[in-house]
């Protein structure tokens, strides 16, 4: 999750003008052209979703003109995965093909009153994590409408957003289409992805602040409370410092809500490094999970972690993105810590290598990723019976991105 779901990125592209096709110009005849030039194609940027390099929605999303409620954007993406791997978890298969992305975003991007919705079909591919395919991602997840929250924005520095939004914490996007690489990582895979509430958003200069009284990992229990501070240093660099946690006791648990991490606060510092063909993202990230006997939690639990993920593009068509990150975790079986990672005091290491080929609206690229765990309890691992302790995946990703 680069603050995707903080900050848009910019999508401008710009058009040459249009050339009366004549080999010679009416002006070398003395004479002057009896229309006017044709303006360019006005090109449009959609602060949602939250695009990190290298791919890139269309810069010209279709524009529907629905009068007095005022002209409404709408993008999209469809995509489909393959995957193989070695030590696959009980509940996985060595290898298979699914939808990765069928999603419809449609959005109102000026005036008092703004909205945003996605939906669609989708999957979170992670590292180190069994697969959940897609028809049954959208049910146990988050349903067929992801996202969709109404803006109010006042003026251009300040506004006010409420519904299902995506989460302040991390750095990768929730949708695989978002990010550098096809699967997210072992740091995502401990942050909420989309929570229900209101978000209040102020920009001063340079600096950008967040505050958000949400249900944390989708609990549908109001008692979280999460923001961020970005500061943009100057044109290549921005510092974000991003926290939030659970002010109460949640007694929730789902697929989608679970109840450790449900319970705890998290914590991230980001740099992001863009300049010319590269964009480089390192970021630290800590948990930390109260004691709570009422829960089944019979000892505090933390998380450490760091990770780089960069992506430089070689030219216009291609680009290759690499993110290597490192997590541990405190506590053990006998003193009833839960279990963060591959048990109680477990530690891993993810490398994930994805080249990209982009042209126009298509785009396919491949991933590899290696995961290798230490400190594992027994049946916690890789492999049908939990005991393996890392993991190969390959995976390939094409889609149209309209």
Not at 233 to 255: C, H, K, P, Q, Y
Not at 299 to 320: E, F, K, M, P, R
Request: glycine letters at 12%; a negative charge; proline letters at 7%.
């Amino acid at each position: 999750m680069t603050l995707s779901h903080v900050s848009a990125v910019t999508r401008l592209v710009r058009f040459g003008a249009m050339v009366a096709p004549m080999a010679v110009p009416l002006a070398a005849w003395g004479q002057t052209a009896p229309w006017p030039a044709a303006p360019p194609p006005a090109s449009v940027s959609l602060p949602t979703p939250g695009m990190s390099a290298p791919l890139a929605l269309p810069a010209n999303p279709m524009a529907l003109d629905v009068g007095p409620l005022g002209k409404w954007y709408v993008d999209g993406v469809l995509s489909g995965l393959g995957l193989v791997q070695n030590n696959a978890l009980p509940s996985d298969n060595g290898g298979q093909a699914d939808i990765s992305n069928g999603m419809v975003m449609v959005q109102k991007i000026d005036g008092l009153v703004q909205f945003y919705a996605q939906a669609g079909a989708y999957s979170f591919p992670t590292v180190g994590t069994g697969y959940v395919p897609a028809g049954r991602a959208v049910g146990d997840y988050f349903g067929v409408v992801p996202l969709a929250f109404v803006k109010l924005a006042p003026t251009g520095s300040f506004n006010i957003e409420a519904g299902k939004l995506p989460t302040l914490i991390g750095v990768e996007g929730g949708f695989s289409f978002e990010n550098m690489n096809i699967e997210r990582g072992l740091l995502w895979n401990q942050e909420p992805i989309v929570s229900r509430g209101a978000q209040a958003s102020y920009t001063l200069g340079t600096v950008t602040v967040n505050l958000s009284v949400n249900d944390g990992y989708y609990s549908n229990v109001y008692n979280w409370i999460s923001g961020s501070l970005a500061w943009a240093m100057n044109s290549a660099s921005t510092l974000t410092l991003v926290g939030g946690g659970n002010l109460g006791r949640t007694d929730v648990a789902s697929f989608a809500t679970p109840i450790a991490q449900n319970n705890s606060s998290i914590y991230n510092v980001i740099y992001t490094f863009s300049h010319g063909p590269w964009t480089i993202t390192p970021y630290f990230q800590a948990s930390h999970v109260e004691a709570n006997p009422q829960l089944g939690i019979l000892h505090a639990a933390d998380t450490y972690g760091g990770a780089v993920l960069a992506n430089y593009a070689i030219d216009s068509h291609w680009s290759l993105a690499g993110r290597v990150e490192y997590i541990t975790t405190t506590g053990s079986v006998s003193d009833g810590s839960p279990n963060l990672l591959y048990g109680p005091g477990s530690d891993a290491v993810s490398v994930t290598l994805t080249p990209t080929w982009q042209w126009n609206r298509f785009f396919v690229r491949g991933e590899v990723s290696y995961v290798a765990a230490g400190s594992v309890t027994g049946g916690a691992g890789f492999g049908h019976a939990g005991n393996a302790t890392d993991q190969v995946r390959g995976v390939m990703e094409a889609g149209v991105l309209f």
